[in-house]
């Protein structure tokens, strides 16, 4: 389980390619407080560190079909830069909203606009996966726990601070990037038992 509080930004040095499986070799400098077996969120999404190299501070992870066709993962580069976070600890302040790690589909970020010390970033999705934002509600985009500002069918925004903007890769994105989603798990819930409880009452 994470919080959407990403810790740093690494660089992807490395991709190769072994059937439908994907190895990307990322360089960070926390990899000695890191362990094969650990997993962390890259982007949002939730993988497991299967190589560590202390010494070059880079550390494999692997994707499979199933994750390259539901996340951004396919539109990695060498010299890509990756939101991290390391899952959280159970004795540590909870900072940002419930993040499971499970990307639920991608967005388009559409438009960026400079709110004069801020940054706001506009988003569209496919809706047909019954997906939903609510206005003040939590969303996580690319790993980063954020509260949505406006919420339509399939569009909503968030206003990012000039420290998000910084120390993640928001300072990236434009007019056509691509990003990770993982809506709000209580919402979720919710919207499960009301399909189930509405269709049961037909």
């Known amino acids: 389980m994470f919080t959407g509080i990403v810790e740093k930004t690494g660089k992807i040095v490395h991709i190769e390619q072994e059937q439908t499986n994907f190895h990307f070799t990322i360089e960070v400098d926390f990899t ?5 077996d650990q997993s962390m969120a890259h982007d ?13 501070q880079q550390y494999v992870v692997t994707a499979m079909d199933e994750t ?6 396919k539109a990695w580069r060498v010299g890509y830069e990756v939101n991290l976070e390391r899952s959280m600890k159970l004795d540590a302040r909870f900072d940002g ?33 019954n997906n939903f934002t609510v206005p003040k509600g939590s969303i996580c985009v690319n790993g980063v ?28 994105f434009k007019k056509g990037t691509i ?17 189930e409880y509405f269709a049961a009452t037909k």
């Not at 390259?68 to 993962?73: A, D, G, H, I, R």
């Not at 419930?98 to 809706?127: K, L, M, P």
């Not at 990003?179 to 399909?195: A, H, P, R, S, T």
């Open 44 to 56: 949002g999404c939730c993988l497991t560190i299967v190589k560590l190299d202390k010494e070059k």
């Open 145 to 172: 726990s954020l509260t949505v500002v406006d919420s339509e069918k399939g569009r909503f925004s968030v206003a990012i601070i000039p420290y998000t903007q910084e120390v993640t890769n928001f300072h990236n």
């Open 179 to 195: 990003v990770n989603i993982e809506f709000d798990v209580l919402g979720k819930y919710v919207q499960k038992l009301l399909e």
């Open 32 to 36: 000695e407080e890191l362990k094969i």
């Open 68 to 73: 390259m066709l539901k996340t951004n993962l």
């Open 97 to 129: 909203h419930i993040v499971q790690g499970h990307v639920d589909q991608t967005a388009e970020c559409v438009e960026v606009i400079d709110d004069n010390g801020s940054w706001r970033y506009y988003f569209t999705y496919d809706t047909t996966k």
